[in-house]
C-alpha cells in the first residue's frame, strides 16, 4: 500500500528556509489521480493545510501562506518537497504530507510527520 | 470564508458508551464534510469523508451524518482505542475544525 515519509531538518533558524520531502513509497506520484499535500499543526493546535501539488507541476497554496511557500516534485524520485521562507518561530509545528483525490480533501494518506523547531 | 465549529470542546465519557460530536459550518457546504481521528503522537487517520462514507477500514461503529452547515459523527459504543481528538474538515477552502477530544470519564 501507498506511504508517505517525511524528511528533512528538525530545528531551522529564523528568517531563514524550512526545506522538507515527503518520500512515496507502493505507488508512482506520476501516475496522475492524486494531489500531494502538505499539512502542519502548530503544537497544542488544530490542523492547518499548507498547499499541494499534481505531478503536473500544478499547484495551489494556503492564501495565508502563499507569499512565502512553494511545493516542487520530482517524480524520478517519487518525492515532493516544501519550501517555506522566511521562517519565524509562528512556523514551529509538526509538518505532515497526505494524500488526496481532489486537491481539497479527504486527506486518505498521511505521513507519520517531523516536528520542525524555529529557533537560533 | 467558511468556518468550521465544533462541539463540544471534550466529552467524557465511559467505554461502552455513546459519543456525539457536532461539527457545524458558518454556511452550507452541501455534504462535503470529513471527519479524521488523531491520537497523541500520531497522523490524523480518515474516518469519514462525504458526510457519511466510512473510509476503507473504519469499523461500523462510526457512522456520520447532516449536510448544508450541521453534521454529527457518532461513535455508537466507544472502545478503549477511540479516545482521541476528533477533527472535521470542509472541501472548498480545506479548512479544518478546532477539534472534540473524546476522553475517558
Known amino acids: 500500500q501507498v506511504q508517505l515519509q517525511e524528511s528533512g531538518p528538525g530545528l531551522v533558524k529564523p528568517s531563514q528556509t524550512l526545506s522538507l520531502t515527503c518520500t512515496v513509497s507502493g505507488g508512482s506520484i506520476s501516475s496522475g489521480g492524486y494531489y500531494w499535500n502538505w499539512i502542519r499543526q502548530h503544537p497544542g493546535k488544530g490542523l492547518e493545510w499548507i498547499g499541494y501539488?499534481?505531478?503536473?507541476?500544478?499547484?495551489d497554496y494556503n492564501p495565508s501562506l502563499k507569499s512565502r511557500v512553494s511545493i516542487s516534485v520530482d517524480t524520478s524520485k517519487n518525492q515532493f518537497s516544501l519550501n517555506l521562507i522566511s521562517v519565524t518561530a509562528a512556523d514551529a509545528a509538526v509538518y505532515f504530507c497526505a494524500r488526496d483525490v481532489w486537491g481539497s480533501y479527504p486527506f486518505e494518506i498521511w505521513g507519520q510527520g517531523t516536528k520542525v523547531t524555529v529557533s537560533s | 470564508e467558511i468556518v468550521l465549529t465544533q462541539s463540544p470542546a471534550t466529552l467524557s465519557l465511559s467505554p461502552g458508551e455513546r459519543a456525539t460530536l457536532s461539527c457545524r459550518a458558518s454556511?452550507?457546504?452541501?455534504?462535503?464534510l470529513a471527519w479524521y481521528q488523531q491520537k497523541p503522537g500520531q497522523a490524523p487517520r480518515l474516518l469519514i469523508y462525504d458526510a457519511s462514507n466510512r473510509a476503507t477500514g473504519i469499523p461500523a461503529r462510526f457512522s456520520g451524518s447532516g449536510s448544508g452547515t450541521d453534521f454529527t459523527l457518532t461513535i455508537s459504543s466507544l472502545e478503549p482505542e477511540d479516545f482521541a481528538v476528533y477533527y472535521c474538515q470542509q472541501r472548498s477552502n480545506r479548512l479544518f475544525g478546532p477539534g472534540t477530544k473524546v476522553d475517558i470519564k
Open positions: 454556511q452550507s457546504i452541501s455534504n462535503y
Open positions: 501539488i499534481y505531478y503536473t507541476g500544478n499547484t
